[in-house]
């Protein structure tokens, strides 16, 4: 392949906290292939994570890794992968990555780097301060004990203000299992910030100044940005509005697309109203906004304005200030977050008294944000939350815990739905506190370890949406039937995959739906209605296939998959498609190696593979079909007892289930009965040195004893 | 032509999209007013006629039956058929939630939460919801029209043409939980 | 320096720049099509010698206005003044400011603007300022001119020699260096159709037709002008020490 004259910023950036080494890579001439992102992560566990490695080993690494389209002008960039052993993952400790937006990846790769590999373990707190090409390891002794806020101020008082700091709070420096690392008030990655703890690793700072070359035309990459920019919709690319408007033939109520004219940013100083034509470019960003489509109508009066990534006009991250909130509980009146991190607070309470979208719920969200993105406390997408109602309310946790805990817990505020419940409970798992807190904050690991909890309870209890290995479902098949199904078989944490759904919950009609998945993955029989699952077909398993690459290649490309794909758009004079080959002409454009769709997909679906032979490696697992992709009971299931097929369940059926899990290892070229990659596969992929290896340990089909 | 040497063809259909920019679709008739207004002779008796024909035979026009019967015609970019659609019956708000049930139930498919209704562009109060749902309960015209209610106790409207009922109270759930499964 | 000719050509020059009365005798160099006309019909250049300094600039046509209530903090104008002009993706290098206000504001941490305080991101834009430019002014090779289209101060970059004086010069921090050519750079309003404006999905940006904003924001920085004494020669020129307001005869 040609030499890439842009988009790279150009090093790997290596710390080796034990020694204090400071060194860099070319990432072109070593991580090409691979992208940047997660695959940059996967390729630095294959090549350097022993088998066996556990999460707060010193041996471990934790790959912080932007791609090519991060830092640019390319709408809905500005995101990074987070790589590493995932403390998480049960019963033994695999690969996982943790995804964070923000500021953090432009500054990186403006200051030179599109990775930062950190290794081994510092003998003191520390934090890694960048600046361009100044890397220093710094004394965070003093920063110890202290909130990610206070982190973050103190450091950008050294680094100066527009520098971004990915810091841990007090659950990552107690090692909790359960802890992010956040930069940019609210944006985080779970899972990983105890990773960092056990480096003794409190933040990493980075202020950049340079460029991201752009190798092609600048007027040609001015006129892409634009298409891109018109074939956007709301968030999570929902490409019609939830009102109807002049300007739009179809909407849907439940879409994210809520910035409707004449809604105001109440509590910006003076408020903004909402005017003008919802397509207008120059107004994108009001089409967003996460806490008014969360906790209803009511919230955009406590709305200052959208927040988000770098170049994202698509500001999901909505600011709300609500000073009641302040005055009842002692916190601050400025609130910011979306989807799972603005509903952290919420979701502890199995029913507040006015309902889900009342000024309680408003409370419990702003309590719970300002606790969790301050101590640094993951929720593992709900699970936690889950979690603590389901064993609050059959009686575990008082059989559990011993009295004195128990009773020291105010239970009475949960019961009636108090949010000041929050003040007690969240800091009580982020720090770790009794017995409660040392449980709760391994995840739901913790309750299989600590508490002899079997597995099995948790999978045969839809309520719980559980999946496996200690982690939920994310959009399976209560969204996507099949092609959700076999997308949550695949990762070692929650699958994290939104380019199914984004797709099926766009709010166009089932018909045009259905026209763009024949367009797209060669049937209109690649999607069903929601509830009205056909039996499994491999269209669907095309669709799952390409769902679970571009995710892949969005987490290497420093592009965002809450975001895309960009399949469909709200633009009647497009048919409502989109542009599937986006990402490739994006990457052509910015590296100046000329791709195509396909090209570009391959060096996805290479990741993608990678993760899995990462997955199976450290597994030691010839059988991952069984042992690995397994699928939770409760999917099997339906509370009235409907038939699976019929309208109006979610119900999988065991056999067609697997059915689809065969035409998936057919599409991704992988062997049938095991789920295994095979050397064929590892071959067209460029993996020929992962197969042999994997050969060598007699993981590839057929090499078993 | 006018006095002014507008063409005639070309200011009807003008006139229906300054009418679309307002957010209307107009029937012929108002189109002959408006021509009248910019000095037009719109007396001659087959006036209406010709005034359909060039209307219909317009290709950036689009037309539909009006809730009257009567053929409305709009610039779908200036103005959806659907937010036409809705603006045309908000003089019945009976037919204006029946045919939006209905498409909704048809097209997506999907049933609507009845607080829909009292958003813009629909604009309904309470009362006049309630009293919509009575008469279509009591009309047999509207005898498809259904609802269903969530588990948290939302209440979603279906037409049973296109709609089960357990479809309909299956989708409605999982609408409502859509904001818990982020 | 005593270069004698009629003040009332003077005056009609300044006049045709819209400065009025407070200040003639001297000291054009007007580079906007409008003056730079009436100066050549008044025969000014000839008078003041064609390598007079810079020290009066029209003023600019348009000029960019930022309504901070409304700033999403996305970047996208910096992104956009800097991609689609010199090519590649570098907002330190941009000529309007958001990065600096996005975390704590302008005051730096601490500040209680920004993502970690009330959510404000007040944006930085060029004021094109009226006379005296401090940018044009401080430049000792004249290198800050006026495009005749928008009347905006633009950098010459065959003249800039990379001094980073104007920098230092400018109240509200709006110069930027480029590294990779060792010049400086600033907003020169993209000929009339800035690209920040057209990139704003807020709607934060408009451009406008220009007036003087240049009292109405507190600077962000003492700034620092050093003007070369055949600079103040001309000031003088036009402004009698001790008599504000006045013009010599």
Redesign the interface.
């Known amino acids: 392949m040609a030499s890439a004259t842009?988009g790279f910023a150009g090093k790997v950036l290596r710390v080796d906290l034990s020694t204090g080494a400071v060194s860099t890579e070319s990432t072109v001439e070593r991580y090409l292939d691979v992208l940047g992102g997660t695959g940059i992560g996967y390729r630095v566990l294959w090549d350097e994570v022993p088998a066996g490695t556990g999460a707060f080993d010193p041996a471990n690494k934790i790959v912080f890794a932007t791609g090519v389209l991060a830092?640019?002008?390319v709408p809905c960039n500005g995101r990074t992968a987070v790589t590493t052993i995932f403390p998480t993952c049960w019963p033994k400790p695999l690969v996982g990555s943790g995804h964070m937006g923000g500021?953090f990846a432009?500054k990186l790769?403006?200051a030179g780097y599109d990775a930062l590999i950190v290794e081994g373990k510092a003998d003191r707190p520390v934090w890694i301060s960048i600046r361009n090409s100044q890397v220093q390891i710094r004394d965070a002794r003093g920063l110890w004990g202290e909130g990610i806020?206070r982190a973050?101020?103190e450091i950008?008082?050294e680094m100066?203000?527009?520098c971004a700091v990915a810091a841990i709070g007090q659950a990552g420096e107690k090692l909790a299992p359960m802890a992010i690392v956040a930069n940019?008030?609210s944006h985080s990655a779970g899972g990983v910030g105890g990773v960092m703890g056990s480096k003794n690793l409190k933040a990493v700072a980075v202020q950049?100044?340079?460029?991201?070359?752009?190798a092609g035309?600048?007027g040609e990459?001015?006129r892409l940005?634009k298409f891109h920019?018109s074939i956007l919709g709301g968030n999570n690319q929902h490409v019609v509005p939830s009102?109807?408007?002049?300007?739009?033939?179809?909407?849907?109520?439940?879409s994210r697309w809520v910035g409707?004219p004449?809604r105001r940013?109440g509590a910006?100083?003076?408020p903004?109203e909402i005017t003008?034509n919802i397509r207008?470019?120059?107004?994108?960003?009001?089409r967003t906004n996460s806490a008014a489509?969360?906790l209803g109508a009511n919230a955009w009066q406590y709305t200052?304005?959208?927040?988000?990534?770098?170049?994202?006009?698509i500001?999901c991250h909505t600011?709300v200030?609500v000073p009641s909130v302040a005055a009842k509980y002692g916190v601050g009146e400025?609130g910011?977050n979306?989807?799972?991190g603005?509903?952290f607070g919420r979701g502890f309470f199995r029913k507040l008294a006015a309902?889900?979208?009342s000024h309680t719920s408003l409370e419990a969200c702003m309590l719970g944000m300002h606790l969790a993105d301050d101590l640094g406390l993951w929720c593992n997408y709900?699970q936690l939350q889950r979690d603590l109602i389901k064993l609050y309310y059959d009686g575990t946790l008082k059989a559990k815990l011993g009295a004195k805990e128990y009773d020291s817990i105010p239970w009475d505020k949960y019961e009636s739905g108090d949010p000041a419940f929050l003040l007690d409970m969240i800091p009580r798992i982020a720090n770790r506190q009794g017995e409660l807190g040392a449980v709760l904050s391994q995840g739901t690991a913790g309750l299989f370890t600590a508490w002899s909890i079997t597995e099995r309870d948790w999978s045969q209890d839809k309520e719980t949406a559980y999946w496996k290995m200690g982690h939920p479902k994310h959009?399976a098949n209560?969204?996507d039937g099949q092609c959700g199904v076999i997308i949550n078989t695949q990762y070692n944490r929650d699958a994290q995959c939104h380019s199914h759904v984004n797709f099926v919950?766009n709010g166009l009609?089932?018909?045009v739906q259905k026209r763009l998945a024949a367009e797209t993955w060669g049937s209109p029989e690649a999607v069903d209605?929601?509830?009205?699952y056909t039996p499994a077909n491999v269209y669907k398993a095309r669709r799952a296939k390409w769902a679970l690459i571009r995710k892949e290649l969005h987490d290497s490309l420093g592009l965002c998959n809450w975001m895309g794909p960009w399949v469909a758009s709200p633009l009647?004079e497009r048919d409502y498609g989109g542009d599937d080959s986006l990402e490739s002409k994006f990457f052509s454009l910015a590296t100046g190696l000329k791709t195509n769709r396909e090209e570009l997909d391959r060096m996805g679906e290479r990741i993608f593979v990678l993760h899995r032979a990462l997955t199976q490696r450290d597994m030691g697992e010839p059988d991952l079909r069984s042992r690995h992709d397994t699928v939770p009971d409760w999917v099997f299931k339906d509370a009235n007892g409907?038939a699976p097929f019929s309208?109006?369940?979610t119900r999988m059926d065991r056999e067609d289930i697997a059915k689809a899990m065969d035409l998936f290892y057919e599409v991704m070229d992988w062997d049938r009965a095991t789920g295994a990659p095979t050397m064929e596969a590892y071959a067209r992929l460029g993996l020929q040195d992962v197969g042999r290896r994997m050969q060598a340990l007699k993981l590839t089909p057929g090499t078993r004893g | 032509m006018n006095s002014a040497g507008e063409d005639w063809e070309e200011a009807a259909a003008e006139a229906v999209r300054e009418a679309s920019r307002q957010g209307r679709a107009v029937s012929a008739a108002e189109v002959l007013e408006a021509l009248a207004a910019r000095g037009f002779d719109v007396t001659s008796p087959d006036a209406g006629e010709k005034a359909e024909a060039a209307l219909r035979a317009h290709a950036g026009l689009a037309c539909f039956a009006g809730a009257d019967g009567a053929a409305r015609y709009h610039d779908p970019a200036l103005l959806s058929a659907t937010y036409a659609g809705i603006m045309d019956r908000k003089a019945s708000p009976t037919l204006l939630m029946a045919e939006e049930i209905r498409a909704n139930s048809r097209e997506y498919p999907r049933p609507v939460p009845v607080e829909l209704f009292e958003a813009e562009p629909f604009g309904l109060t309470p009362e006049q919801i309630g009293d919509a749902l009575r008469a279509m309960a009591e009309n047999p015209a509207f005898e498809d029209i259904a609802f269903t209610a969530t588990s948290t106790g939302a209440v979603y409207l279906f037409s049973s043409r296109s709609l089960e009922p357990g479809y309909a109270k299956f989708l409605a759930e999982h609408a409502q939980n859509l904001a818990m499964n982020p | 320096m005593d270069r004698d000719f009629d003040i009332t050509r003077i005056r009609e020059a300044a006049r045709a720049a819209g400065m009025g009365e407070a200040l003639s005798r001297r000291g054009f160099l007007l580079l906007s099509a409008s003056t730079a006309a009436a100066v050549t019909a008044l025969g000014l250049c000839e008078a003041l010698g064609a390598d007079a300094p810079l020290v009066i600039l029209d003023n600019a046509k348009g000029m960019i206005l930022a309504d901070p209530t409304r700033c999403v903090g996305c970047q996208r104008c910096e992104l956009a003044c800097v991609e689609y002009n010199e090519g590649r993706s570098q907002p330190s290098l941009a000529r309007i400011k958001i990065s600096r206000s996005l975390n704590f504001g302008p005051g730096g941490p601490g500040g209680a603007q920004g993502a970690w305080g009330n959510g404000l991101v007040v944006q930085g834009v060029c004021r094109q300022c009226p006379h005296p430019v401090p940018c044009a002014t401080a430049c000792p090779n004249d290198a800050i001119r006026l495009d005749p289209a928008t009347g905006a101060r633009v950098v010459d970059g065959q003249a800039c020699v990379g001094c980073k004086l104007c920098q230092r010069s400018c109240p509200w921090n709006m110069l930027v260096f480029d590294e990779e050519t060792q010049k400086t750079t600033k907003c020169f309003l993209c000929g009339g159709s800035p690209k920040c404006v057209e990139a704003c999905p807020a709607d934060a940006l408009r451009y406008v037709p220009w007036r003087d904003t240049t009292r109405e924001a507190p600077a962000r920085a003492a700034s620092l002008s050093l003007i070369t004494p055949e600079k103040t020669a001309s000031c003088l020129e036009c402004h009698v020490p001790g008599r504000p307001g006045t013009v010599t005869k």
């Open positions: 842009g830092g640019t002008g500021q432009a790769k403006y806020r973050t101020l950008s008082r100066g203000g527009e940019s008030v950049g100044d340079g460029a991201v070359r752009l035309d600048k990459w001015e940005v920019l009102f109807p408007t002049p300007q739009s033939e179809y909407y849907n109520p439940g409707e004449g940013w910006a100083e003076p903004v003008g207008d470019l120059n107004r994108i960003a009001y489509f969360y200052v304005r959208g927040n988000g990534c770098t170049g994202c006009p500001r600011i200030k400025m910011q979306t989807c799972a603005l509903l309902g889900d979208k709900g959009h209560e969204d919950r009609p089932l018909a209605a929601v509830g009205d009647k409907a309208k109006g369940t």
